[in-house]
């Protein structure tokens, strides 16, 4: 499509108070002239002179051949989306699968991969570590060789009690009116109807008439002896008793028992091989405050050089009632629902989910929904219809991400699963476009310096023009993804694409809503740049004549300390 008035434009931004408010911005004059919207000011103060310069222009004259001398860094799982669905058809909502005994093999991974993992968790909960370096390294295997860009996450263990064994290798039905005995003392092999807990004082201050709940409500037990240190339980609500199952004890409705620190000792030494093996995230388990993810992302900063990201896990009530701190301190949140289903009551799971959920997007991280998305396809092959509603609500808010844990880790099903989350995803994203969903989303101001407002202003104002103009596509060209981030915080019709020179930020955009970054060499030279991505693409069939695209960039140049540049334009293929 060609943009044809530049009336347009004043038009689009004259909705925006930033740029077209009693003609002034934070209190400085604004210019409007023949199309393009400037705010010049050289001598705003604050620890140094900052030039900040906005502008919007309309190129419609196309683009010049350049001789292509960059490698562009596309997934080519999102390179087949773009060729087969073109730019509106690509999916915006980011996939999490959970690796396990069922997905493992360097073939499971790939088709994985294949059929739209961007994150890889590997639960620390289970497993040796030598086994998780094995699959770290089949991942950056196949990204290396097979052109994926699958990122890696790691979730601590925390302050959990959790079944060391319950007798066999797999998932264990327990009976309504069966009795077990659950115990810390160690043994060889295993014992009939008897559970070996991780933790020496995982009894202590327990009654008998308390409950045991499972795995979030998977079983339930009741207390009915203490014999030493040791607790024979009876069941009273039957279910399925898995591999390294969470324990947590109850009394009138509340907690009886907290557990241990957010990072354990062995946490710890978690993160220290998470940092040796070169992952992308880690999410902690439950997180009760923000110091706890300021230690680790302090600890994480004094270490090492690359950029790891700390997600928080919400999952108790502590952390549901410190949400606001918790999120500001970490760089996204994971909504693990399983356990967090466990201390708030059922009927309120829904609405603390949404809340979670436009918190995040509203202070610009990143959200997981996780934990029993598709729990039956542990064992069957398809969803129930429930389970599809789920997943499409999860979507209809516009959380970032959806993550499998045992569909994909030991289930029968791990890959149909992943293409139902597929399947689902792409056709609430279609829904929600065609009932244009995304204006009725308002966020409010996160940054405290000029530079940061306008960043944000220009992010929200490049949204707005890239749904009314109907453009294909946003590319945004960001050192450290910053402006991508702020692009996806809005939520577009089409989708970003970020090319970015920082490895680390490329991987860490594989959780960002609509995202789909692209490492690539940048230079100095915008146009340079913005000619060389689009004319690169082009030449391999990833756009074609008469398509637009919506360019934005927050790159300053190396040579000019004291400026910054930000820029909206609209270039049209020919």
Sequence with gaps: MAVSSD???????????VFYSNKRVFGKPVSISGGAISCNERNLKSKGKIAV???AAADVMGLKNHEVNLDLGFDVVAERELREKGFL?????????TIGPACCSLEDLERLAMRGMNVARLNMCHNTREWHRDVIRKIKKLNEEKGFSVSVMIDTEGSLIHVVDHGVPSSLKAEEGSVWVFTAQKFEGSRPFTVQANFQGFSEGIMVGDELVIDGGMARFEVVERMGNDLHCKCTDPGLFLPRAKLSFWRDGKLSYHGLPTLSPKDWADVDFGISEGVDFIAMSFVNDADSVKDLKNYLFAKMSKSIRVLAKIETLESLQKLEEIVEASDGIMVARGDLGVEVPLEQ????????TRLCRQMNKPVI???QLLESMVEYPTPTRAEVADVSEAVRQYADALMLSGESAIGLHGQKALSVLQMASSRMELWSREENRQSALHNCQLGGSLSDCIAEEICS???QMANNLGVDAIFVYTKHGEMASLLSRNRPYPPIFAFTSDSDARMALNLQWGVIPLLVDLTDDMEANISKT???MRTNGMVKEGEAVLVVSDLTATHSTSTTFQSIQVKTIV
Excluded: H, N, W, Y
């Excluded at 009336?7 to 108070?17: E, N, W």
């Excluded at 058809?89 to 699968?97: A, I, N």
């Design 349 to 356: 799971i829904p609405t603390v989910q949404e809340d979670i």
């Design 534 to 536: 689009i004319d690169l």
């Design 89 to 97: 058809g690509m999916r915006k909502t980011k996939l999490v699968c």
């Design 7 to 17: 009336s347009m434009l004043q038009k689009i931004f004259a909705k925006s108070p």
């Design 369 to 371: 929904i996780a934990s």
């Design 53 to 55: 310069k906005a502008a």
């Design 461 to 463: 104002c490049a949204v």
